[in-house]
């Protein structure tokens, strides 16, 4: 089974409305990470959030750290055209202090309508 | 300044084939990951590098797969008598130490499709 699972996979949402994307965790979260992709491209950092609960915004973007259920969301407010892509939640679930490898999800794609 | 680059960009191959990627990260940074990305699906961890010591190589699906940083800063991922199922993007990403907060700058990919 997937260690991390988003939520929706897809998305649909008109230009102008917020939206909500979820990602859970199956095991302890040591550091949770959000990226975006375009096809074709790598991922871009978007905000990274530490254990032990944290909320942090950059721009219309904000993203929240749920330590207790083990879950992440990501909300955009007025969603405009250069949201649409791939947002990916990638974690460390490994304790310790060193760098790991990221799991990441399969992603949720996002599509913004005009 | 440059971020993480990878070339080729994209990579055609007979099954078969021996193929070598290479990434080169961003000046400086002593970390250094490989994933691979299957069509649809979210990248998986392949190996890890700190400065040229490889210190996990747990996600490389085969003996078939190898990776280097001799210098502890450009890396290549090599993988011999490619299959088919090799097919995917191949990642890499860079951090600035070797410790879990930092943040992964990641390169283009370069796509393989093995034929």
């Known amino acids: 089974s997937q260690e991390l699972e988003q939520s929706p996979q897809s998305l649909i949402v008109q230009e102008g409305k917020n939206l909500t994307i979820n990602c859970t965790s199956s095991?302890?979260?040591?550091?949770l990470y959000w990226y975006k992709q375009k096809y074709g491209e790598g991922l871009i950092f978007l905000m990274m959030l530490q254990k032990g609960g944290e909320e942090k915004s950059h721009e219309k973007i904000t993203a929240k750290l749920d330590e207790k259920k083990q879950q992440s969301s990501l909300h955009i407010t007025a969603s405009q055209p250069s949201h649409a892509g791939i947002y990916l939640c990638?974690?460390?679930?490994?304790?310790?202090?060193?760098?790991?490898?990221?799991?990441f999800g399969k992603g949720t794609h996002l599509i913004i309508q005009p | 300044g440059a971020g993480v680059s990878q070339s080729p960009r994209y990579k055609v191959a007979k099954r078969g084939q021996d193929v070598a990627l290479r990434c080169d990260p961003i000046?400086?940074?002593?970390?250094l990951f490989w994933y691979q990305q299957a069509l649809g699906q979210g990248p998986e961890f392949l190996t890890y590098f700190q400065n040229e010591a490889q210190l996990d190589k747990s996600g490389l699906p085969s003996d078939r797969f190898f990776a280097e940083r001799p210098e502890g800063s450009v890396s290549t991922l090599k993988i011999q008598r490619t299959q088919q199922e090799d097919s995917a993007v191949y990642l890499c990403?860079?951090?600035?130490?070797?410790?879990?907060?930092?943040?992964?700058?990641f390169g283009p990919g370069t796509r393989l499709t093995v034929l």
């Open positions: 990403a860079s951090s600035l130490a070797g410790l879990v907060w930092n943040e992964q700058f």
């Open positions: 000046s400086g940074h002593v970390s």
């Open positions: 990638g974690a460390d679930l490994n304790p310790g202090g060193g760098a790991d490898g990221l799991t």
């Open positions: 095991k302890t979260l040591y550091g």
